[in-house]
């Protein structure tokens, strides 16, 4: 299996301590989250994705707005030009621990921070990488996890 991730997500699950929209989004993402930290990879979508999916039905839901849509392609800009290699929808990555870490130093550093820009959740965001990411729920998947994967 491979957890479907919108471009702006691969920020947000760097800080993601668990606080969201509504409970069964907070919920939902606790579930994604383990799936992430187990090591499933992650196939970079167009649009909503797992961790939208509890907000689709409901009307104020913002998914589906073209700002949104800005805020991926900016995020999937800067996460690619941190690790070296182009990604888009299709792409598929492991969120291995380097990897994780090279993220977060990145983002406290606010080199890929672009994104976030006007977001409801950056202060939030930044008091968790100003705090070393302390209560974050995503873990680096183990290495054994990765091997397992590249077999």
């Given at each position: 299996?491979?957890?479907?991730?919108?471009g702006h997500h691969l920020l947000c699950l760097l800080t993601f301590v668990g606080e969201g929209y509504t409970p069964s989004f907070t919920r939902n993402y606790h579930v994604v989250a383990g799936r992430l930290s187990a090591g499933e990879p992650i196939e970079i979508v167009d649009g909503p994705d797992e961790i939208c999916a509890p907000m689709l039905g409901l009307a104020e839901a913002h998914c589906?707005?073209?700002n949104i849509g800005c805020r991926d392609s900016q995020a999937l800009a800067a996460v690619a030009d941190l690790l070296g290699f182009p990604l888009g929808p299709g792409s598929v990555l492991i969120l291995d621990e380097r990897r994780l870490q090279d993220?977060?130093?990145?983002f406290a550093l606010g080199t890929v921070r672009a994104a976030c820009d006007e977001c409801e959740w950056s202060a939030l965001c930044t008091r968790v990488a100003r705090d070393g990411f302390a209560g974050a729920v995503v873990r680096g998947a183990p290495v054994a996890?990765?091997?397992r994967e590249e077999l």
């Open positions: 299996m491979t957890v479907r991730l919108r589906r707005n073209e993220l977060r130093g990145a996890s990765v091997l």
